[in-house]
C-alpha cells in the first residue's frame, strides 16, 4: 500500500533513513499529518511538498545537511507550533520564517549563525522557546526600543 493512501496517518517518524527529497514525492497526500521527524536522513533540500502539509504541528529535520534556499517554502506551514533545525549546517534563516505565527518552539542549536541571521525572528510573537546554543554567536540581536 503506497504511504499516499494513508490519508488518516498523523504521526510519521522516518528518521535515520537513506533519503532523498524524490524518494518523499507523494508526501502531500498526507493531509492529517500532525507531526513528522525526517532527522538524520541525508537529505540536502526538502520535497516541494512539504508546504503542502498544512496540518503540520511539529517538524523534524536536524541533522541533515541544508541551507537557507532549500527552506523556502516552509512559511506556508502556518499551523507549525515545534520546529527542530539543529545541526544542518544552517548559515541563516530564510526571511520568510517570520510568518510562522504559531510557533512555538524553535531548536536550531549546532549551526552557524551570526545575530544577523537572526532578523525576521522578532516576528514570531508566540515563540516560547528557543534553543541558539552551539551557534558561534558573538553577539544577540536585541535592539533597544525607544520609550
Same mark, same amino acid.
Given at each position: 500500500?503506497?504511504f499516499?493512501?494513508?490519508?488518516?496517518?498523523?504521526?510519521l517518524d522516518?528518521?535515520?533513513?537513506?533519503?532523498?527529497s524524490d524518494?518523499l514525492?507523494?508526501?502531500?497526500?498526507?493531509?492529517?499529518l500532525e507531526?513528522?521527524?525526517?532527522s538524520s536522513?541525508g537529505l540536502?533540500k526538502? *520535497?516541494?511538498?512539504l508546504d503542502?502539509?498544512?496540518?503540520?504541528?511539529?517538524?523534524?529535520?536536524s541533522q541533515?545537511?541544508?541551507?537557507?534556499d532549500?527552506?523556502v517554502g516552509m512559511?506556508? $506551514?502556518?499551523?507549525?507550533?515545534?520546529?527542530?533545525?539543529?545541526s544542518?549546517?544552517?548559515?541563516?534563516?530564510?526571511f520568510?520564517?517570520?510568518?510562522?505565527?504559531?510557533?512555538?518552539?524553535?531548536?536550531?542549536r549546532?549551526?552557524?549563525?551570526d545575530?544577523?541571521?537572526?532578523?525576521?525572528?522578532?516576528?514570531?510573537?508566540?515563540l516560547?522557546?528557543?534553543?541558539l546554543?552551539?551557534c558561534?554567536?558573538?553577539? $544577540? *540581536?536585541f535592539?533597544?526600543?525607544?520609550a
Open positions: 500500500m503506497p499516499g493512501s494513508l490519508t488518516n496517518l498523523k504521526e522516518i528518521r535515520w533513513n537513506k533519503l532523498d524518494s514525492v507523494g508526501m502531500e497526500k498526507l493531509k492529517s507531526k513528522m521527524n525526517l536522513c540536502t526538502l *520535497p516541494f511538498s503542502s502539509l498544512t496540518n503540520l504541528k511539529e517538524l523534524d529535520i541533515n545537511a541544508l541551507d537557507s532549500s527552506l512559511e506556508k $506551514l502556518t499551523s507549525l507550533e515545534k520546529m527542530n533545525l539543529s544542518c549546517g544552517l548559515t541563516k534563516l530564510p520568510s520564517f517570520g510568518s510562522l505565527t504559531n510557533l512555538k518552539e524553535l531548536d536550531i549546532w549551526n552557524k549563525l545575530s544577523d541571521s537572526l532578523v525576521g525572528m522578532e516576528k514570531l510573537k508566540s516560547e522557546k528557543m534553543n546554543s552551539f558561534d554567536l558573538t553577539k $544577540l *540581536p535592539r533597544s526600543v525607544p
